[in-house]
């Protein structure tokens, strides 16, 4: 229990100040899309926070290693990697660059999801398939809720907290680690993005924590103890939230291309709320609560199925 809770979360602490100082030395400021006026005032704030997040996960792995962390630790370092180049490298290197174009990303993520999923025992290119979808699904999702102070890192709270009460015996499941451990750097993570934030998750961090989230939905849709069918709604309910984040974004892209109109006020839909003239704060709590009824609804139904 020690060092699987305690000492991450502790890690997760003492480091943050340090990894603050550490991003203000190098200068990575975020930088507003022009398509996002209502956040213009946090242009030059902080970003890559994420990597305190990281660090509670990665140790979490570390002091509680098995064989089973090896895929979710892979993706968590890969995607960690390919966020670094976004929101730091490119920026720098490429003058108005904000950073990889969406190829290139692509590419690189998709080796990795095969990557981890293979070393993980998914041989069977359908399993392959499916599991590179979840990765790179809720990836996406996850990366477009960090766009709120508090947001992504309250979402993150109840959807790992979520996932561990449906994966069965909560802390000694061989993936329980990296869940636990992602938890305690939220927490800390929490402290220093809550509104006004002093500094935003970036893609260093929202790109791997929702590529190790789509990786252990899909390990837990694999598992047999539970109905299958019972399982995926159940995963499905936990993940509305995500859905909600996503999938209006290349619908109203498609929309806008092909009829000039579009679906949805403004997208990712947490954004439409602003416009609609709610608080920050209003709209965490709001999409905090339907996800926890979410979470509830699917550790009910599995539980049931049992």
Same mark, same amino acid.
């Given at each position: 229990?020690?060092?699987?809770?305690?000492?991450?979360?502790?890690?997760?602490?003492?480091?943050?100040?340090?990894?603050?100082?550490?991003?203000?030395?190098?200068?990575?400021?975020?930088?507003?899309?022009?398509?996002?006026?209502?956040?213009?005032?946090?242009?030059?704030?902080?970003?890559?926070?994420?990597?305190?997040?990281?660090?509670?996960?990665?140790?979490?792995? +570390? %002091?509680? /290693?098995?064989?089973?962390?090896?895929?979710?630790?892979?993706?968590? $370092? *890969?995607?960690?990697? !390919? &966020?670094? @180049?976004?929101?730091?490298?490119?920026?720098?290197?490429?003058?108005?660059?904000?950073?990889?174009?969406?190829?290139?990303?692509?590419?690189?993520?998709?080796?990795?999801?095969?990557?981890?999923?293979?070393?993980?025992?998914?041989?069977?290119?359908?399993?392959?398939?499916?599991?590179?979808?979840?990765?790179?699904?809720?990836?996406?999702?996850?990366?477009?809720?960090?766009?709120?102070?508090?947001?992504?890192?309250?979402?993150?709270?109840?959807?790992?907290?979520?996932?561990?009460?449906?994966?069965?015996?909560?802390?000694?499941?061989?993936?329980?680690?990296?869940?636990?451990?992602?938890?305690?750097?939220?927490?800390? +993570? %929490?402290? /220093?993005?809550?509104?006004?934030?002093?500094?935003?998750?970036?893609? $260093? *961090?929202?790109?791997? !924590? &929702?590529? @190790?989230?789509?990786?252990?939905?899909?390990?837990?849709?694999?598992?047999?103890?539970?109905?299958?069918?019972?399982?995926?709604?159940?995963?499905?309910?936990?993940?509305?939230?995500?859905?909600?984040?996503?999938?209006?974004?290349?619908?109203?892209?498609?929309?806008?291309?092909?009829?000039?109109?579009?679906?949805?006020?403004?997208?990712?839909?947490?954004?439409?709320?602003?416009?609609?003239?709610?608080?920050?704060?209003?709209?965490?709590?709001?999409?905090?609560?339907?996800?926890?009824?979410?979470?509830?609804?699917?550790?009910?139904?599995?539980?049931?199925?049992?």
């Amino acid at each position: 229990m020690l060092t699987l809770v305690l000492v991450p979360f502790l890690i997760a602490a003492v480091t943050s100040p340090l990894v603050m100082q550490l991003l203000t030395k190098l200068k990575s400021r975020q930088t507003i899309s022009a398509h996002i006026q209502e956040h213009a005032h946090k242009q030059g704030t902080p970003t890559m926070g994420g990597l305190i997040i990281l660090i509670g996960g990665l140790w979490a792995c +570390f %002091l509680n /290693w098995s064989q089973e962390l090896l895929g979710p630790v892979l993706l968590l $370092v *890969g995607f960690g990697l !390919i &966020g670094f @180049v976004d929101d730091f490298v490119v920026p720098r290197l490429m003058e108005g660059k904000r950073g990889l174009g969406w190829k290139q990303k692509l590419i690189m993520e998709v080796l990795l999801c095969l990557g981890a999923l293979y070393f993980s025992g998914f041989r069977d290119p359908v399993a392959l398939g499916i599991g590179s979808f979840l990765i790179l699904f809720f990836s996406n999702a996850y990366n477009f809720s960090d766009g709120i102070d508090g947001l992504a890192a309250s979402l993150g709270v109840i959807l790992f907290g979520g996932l561990l009460l449906i994966g069965g015996p909560i802390l000694t499941s061989p993936l329980a680690p990296i869940s636990v451990g992602l938890i305690c750097g939220f927490l800390v +993570f %929490l402290y /220093w993005n809550r509104y006004p934030a002093k500094v935003f998750m970036g893609d $260093v *961090g929202a790109l791997p !924590i &929702g590529a @190790v989230l789509g990786y252990l939905v899909f390990a837990r849709g694999s598992g047999e103890s539970v109905n299958p069918m019972v399982l995926w709604v159940a995963l499905g309910i936990l993940s509305l939230v995500m859905m909600a984040e996503l999938i209006p974004v290349p619908l109203q892209i498609a929309s806008v291309k092909l009829t000039g109109k579009r679906l949805f006020l403004k997208t990712p839909i947490h954004h439409g709320f602003q416009v609609m003239g709610w608080k920050e704060s209003k709209i965490v709590w709001l999409f905090a609560g339907v996800q926890a009824v979410c979470a509830v609804i699917a550790v009910l139904m599995i539980g049931g199925a049992k």
